[in-house]
Structures are given as C-alpha cells and as structure tokens.
C-alpha cells in the first residue's frame, strides 16, 4: 500500500539540512569578508567549498547505485556534524587559522556533494510511493527549499550580528544531526519493501573492481551526453549557478557593505527573494503539471534573473531592492519544480544515481569559479559595473532556449506505466473526463 510518510519525511529532512546550509551560506562570506576585508579571499572560501563538492558529486554517483541512496545520504549528514561543528569549537580555542579554516570548509563540501546527490536520487522511488505526479513531489520540494531559504536567511542574518559568523556555524551542524535522524525514520517503511536497496549489478561487471566501477561511471556519462535535453539543461544551470554563486557570496556582501546595511541587509534580500520563491514553488505544485512546461520556464527566468542584478548596480532605496526580490522571487518558485520533473523524468531507475550525480555535479560545476569571478569583476570595475556585466550574461544564457526547438521537448510527458496504479493526477483527469461525457 502507498504511504506519504517518506514524502513528507524527506521534505522534512531537506527543510532542517537546508535551512542550516542557508546560515553557513551567509556566515561563512561574511566572516571573511569582515575579517580580511578581501573579496578575493572571500571568493577563495567559496572555491574551497565547491570544488571537492563537484568532484565528490562526480564520483558518488556508482556508489549510490551500489551501496543506496539512502544510506550514503545518511552518513553524509552524519559526516557534516562532525565538520562543520568543528568550525565553531576550533574557533572558541583559538585553533582557527586560516589554513584550517579551508580544509573544514573543504571536507564540508565534500560530503555535502555524495549527500546531495543522494536525497536527488531517491526522488523517484519517494514519487512512486506517495502516488503523487513529479510536478507536485518537485514543486513541494521546491517550496520547502524557498522557505528554509527564507528563515534560514532571515535567521543568520540575526544569528551573525549577535553571535558573529563562525558561532552560527553551530547551527548549521545540528542541523545535519537532525536531518540524518528524520530521513532515517521516514523512510524506513520504503527498506522493509526494497524500494532504497541498491540497483542490481549483474556479476560479469564485478562491482568491487577499478574496471566495474569507471564503466558504470561511463555508462552514466554516455546516457546524460546523449540526451540533448538534459544535458543542454546541466550545461544552462552550470552557468546560470556561476553568476548565481558570484551574486550571493561576493556581489550581494559587498553591496550590503557598501550601502551600509551589512549583514542584517543580506539576510533581508535573501529572506524576502526565498519567500516569494517559496509561494510560487507552492503554485507551482498545484499548477505545474498543467502548464507548459517550456513557457513556464522562459517566462520565469525572464522575471527572475537579470532584474535584480540592475536594481543592486544603482543607488536605490532597500525597499525598491526588496520589491524586485518579491517579483523575482515568485517567479524563480516555478524554475525548479518544472526543471525536476524534466530531468527525473528522462533518467531510467537503473542510472538514477549515476545520471542525478553527474547532472547536479555540471549543474555545480563552474560555481567554485563564481566567488572569484564576482571578486576579480568588483576589484577591476567596481560594484555597479560588476552587477551589469553578471546580469546582462545571466539574460543571454538563460533566453538562449528560446532560439532552440529542442528545448519544446520539455512538455513531452511520459504516459502512465501499464498496469500501474493511478496518481492523484491521473484520478482528477478521469474525473473530469467523465463529467464531460
């Protein structure tokens, strides 16, 4: 029988592990940037974070097929407490120098790569449990994403001005704690059905082997290369999470600096763009799956991306930065949620975890690049110049679909499996039918 219990489980896990990895997100830039007062360096952070996290993405991906998603998840979390609440205690003795600094924030991002890739990974078995269409699972994820955003946002930016960056680190470690906790028991009626167990690997390939292991690595690579849709989807986000990255954890920093709002004014705009993000990702589960998956996208982005960099290049009021955050934030809530359909919907079971690593891991590929690029840029040209440039890339790169009739395939919708149980979607349709017949 179908049971919720590891949709909702899980959609609880992600709130409490993102809403921890918002206030690092805000602490970790700002603490360097206070005490070095060096955008270079505070893109270094950034660097030293995602570039084990891409890697170890990359990498991970047999190894969920192999050992489950759900296991190598939970031990990733587990991981996190122990390096990221190293950060604060090194910090209260005295022991955080810089060099040691870069290698916790190092391992952080390595765990945190075959972690993510994981909670992606078990997606479809999750859908398939709960009965629900992938729009609906993919926008509740969505908005629960928005909404940890929000408060996790709002919260470090508190937590920073009272306590200082590295101490609401803390925070973010029991988070990883709590959210390995809620996975495991949310989706322990999934282990006694088999529905986590790892992917059956036929004996010939000897899992255990270099030569087993880098052909199902390829194996992932060759299917993700040859589906145009989603690999022109990775490469799109790969650049659109570059000048993403370059905003928040330089731009963003260095205009709430220089306005004067400091650390509460990020917290505020990240807060306010999370939360009107959140209502659309709730729209967007409630509407999706009847939209054009391809309009929807176009019209999003074209709202979300490059109005917020022009607003922050000018001398305006916080309240006008705000309001562009409202719009752009809601129409950013429908971006993910008709992404993740897409790309759950092309990948077969067997190469869910190998094909969500190495589509996440392009989809963060260039970000290690996005602290230091917003850094050369405000140190060469300044803010204003900075924000233009990154913004009139972000309209190029994300409008570039709309010049490719291959992207129109995103609204090709795989049809029921025979003989499976029906959807709530599939349920409402046949409802309506009949009431027109």
């Known amino acids: 029988m179908r049971t919720r219990r590891p949709l909702y489980g899980w959609l609880t896990s992600e709130a409490i592990s993102l809403t921890g990895t918002r206030v690092s997100m805000i602490a970790l830039p700002y603490f360097v940037l206070v005490e070095t007062d ?7 952070v950034a660097l030293a974070e995602m570039l ?8 991970g991906g047999p190894i969920i097929d192999r050992v489950g998603a759900r296991r190598i998840s939970i031990g990733c979390d587990l991981g996190s407490v122990v390096v990221v609440g190293a950060i604060p205690l090194l ?32 997606v479809p078995a999750i859908v398939a449990e709960a009965g629900v269409p992938m729009e609906r699972a993919t926008g ?19 937590l920073v001005a009272v306590i200082g960056p590295v101490n609401a680190l803390a925070i973010d470690a029991v988070s990883f704690l709590l959210s390995a906790g809620v996975l495991a028991w949310a989706t322990r009626p999934m282990v006694a ?20 292991y880098l052909r199902q690595l390829r194996e992932g690579w060759d299917y993700l290369r040859a589906d145009r849709v989603l690999f022109g989807i990775a490469a799109m986000v790969a650049l659109t999470n570059l000048l993403d990255m370059a905003y ?13 709002g400091g650390a509460a004014a990020i917290g505020l705009v ?23 998956r391809y309009t929807t996208y176009l019209v999003a982005f074209l709202v979300c991306g490059a109005p917020r960099f022009v607003v922050m290049a000018w001398d305006v009021p916080l309240w006008a930065v705000l309001a562009v955050s409202v719009v752009g934030g809601f129409s950013a809530g429908f971006i993910n949620p008709v992404l993740g359909a897409v790309i759950f919907e092309r990948i077969p079971a067997p190469l869910m975890g190998r094909v969500t690593s190495l589509t996440t891991a392009m989809c963060f590929a260039l970000m290690p690049l996005g602290g230091l690029l917003g850094g050369v840029l405000i140190s060469g040209f300044g803010l204003t110049a900075a924000m233009l ?3 009139a890339a972000y309209f190029l790169v994300t409008m570039a679909p709309a010049l490719d009739p291959r992207w129109k395939e995103m609204d090709r919708r795989p049809e029921p499996a025979e003989g499976s149980a029906p959807t709530e979607y599939d349920d409402a349709c046949e409802t309506s039918a009949a009431r027109t017949r």
């Open 38 to 44: 060096s955008p270079v360096l505070t893109g270094l």
């Open 52 to 59: 084990p996290l891409v890697l170890l993405k990359v990498l």
């Open 91 to 122: 910090h209260v003795l005295g022991l955080l120098h810089l060099g040691v600094f870069l290698a916790l924030v190092a391992c952080a991002g390595a765990l945190r790569g075959p972690g993510d890739a994981a909670k992606h990974a078990l």
């Open 140 to 158: 509740l994820a969505s908005t629960v994403e928005r909404t940890a955003s929000m408060v996790g946002a709002g919260f470090a930016g508190g």
């Open 193 to 212: 059905t088999g529905e986590t167990a790892p992917a059956e690997v036929p004996e010939a390939e000897e899992p255990s082997t270099p030569a087993g």
């Open 248 to 260: 928040a954890s330089v731009l963003v920093p260095v205009w709430a600096r220089e306005s004067g």
């Open 270 to 292: 990240f807060a306010v763009f999370a939360g009107a993000s959140a209502l659309g990702a709730m729209c967007a589960a409630a509407w999706a799956a009847r939209l054009s």
């Open 389 to 391: 440039a990154i913004g």
